[in-house]
T-cell receptor, first 115, second 115 residues
């Protein structure tokens, strides 16, 4: 099936450092979403992107919807210990039919922040 | 506004049994999607319901089924459980307006263990 390639798979950083992760797809998506998941919990929405080229910020988080509609990146600035978790990208088509309610997820980036 | 709720949070079953999981969407949300999350396969789309109708289905065997009620609450059922069905089952709800508000919001999940 459709796959999203998310990288890196894991990151170990010092508190205060900036973080960057990205997702690429072989197919075009109309929506890109970034979620964070803590152990034993469901993914929490961080940023939603709806237009190619869109750059959106949410506090220390910034995400962009690639112009080709096949990629997206997420940056976290000045990381803090509570940023620890697994970050997922997800893409969605909006054409209906086999796209209804279906998000395709990347494999996740495990972020560890050392104080 | 209350978030997506899922019950139960944890379940232990034995092979061959069946299980029913419940999901209550955010008030006003009409679409419910279900996902299976495992360490090996990541987050995989199961199916989506809107107005009590299944509009989309992922690549899972017929042992996995679901339904949606008139109040948008949804249940999923897995029959003849196998060891490989052990996973975190997540549901997500969205408004379904056709616009930017279709973003999916996830519940905390139900952790199913099959022995």
């Amino acid at each position: 099936g459709q796959q999203l390639n998310q990288s890196p798979q894991s990151m170990f950083i010092q508190e205060g450092e900036d973080v960057s992760m990205n997702c690429t797809s072989s197919s075009i998506f109309n929506t890109w979403l970034w979620y964070k998941q803590d152990p034993g919990e469901g993914p929490v929405l961080l940023i939603a992107l709806y237009k190619a080229g869109e750059l959106t910020s949410n506090g220390r988080l910034t995400a962009q919807f690639g112009i080709t509609r096949k990629d997206s990146f997420l940056n976290i600035s000045a990381s803090i210990p509570s940023d620890v978790g697994i970050y997922f990208c997800a893409g969605q088509l909006r054409a209906g039919g086999t796209s209804y309610g279906k998000l395709t997820f990347g494999q996740g980036t495990i972020l560890t922040v050392h104080p | 506004k209350a978030g997506v709720t899922q019950t139960p949070r944890y379940l232990i079953k034995t092979r061959g049994q069946q299980v029913t999981l419940s999901c209550s969407p955010i008030s006003g949300h009409r679409s419910v999607s279900w996902y299976q999350q495992t360490p090996g396969q990541g987050l995989q789309f199961l199916f989506e319901y809107f107005s009590e109708t299944q509009r989309n289905k992922g690549n899972f065997p017929g042992r996995f089924s679901g339904r949606q009620f008139s109040n948008s609450r949804s249940e999923m059922n897995v029959s003849t459980l196998e060891l490989g069905d052990s996973a975190l089952y997540l549901c997500a709800s969205s408004l379904v307006t056709g616009g930017a508000l279709d973003t999916q919001y996830f519940g905390p999940g139900t952790r199913l263990t099959v022995l």
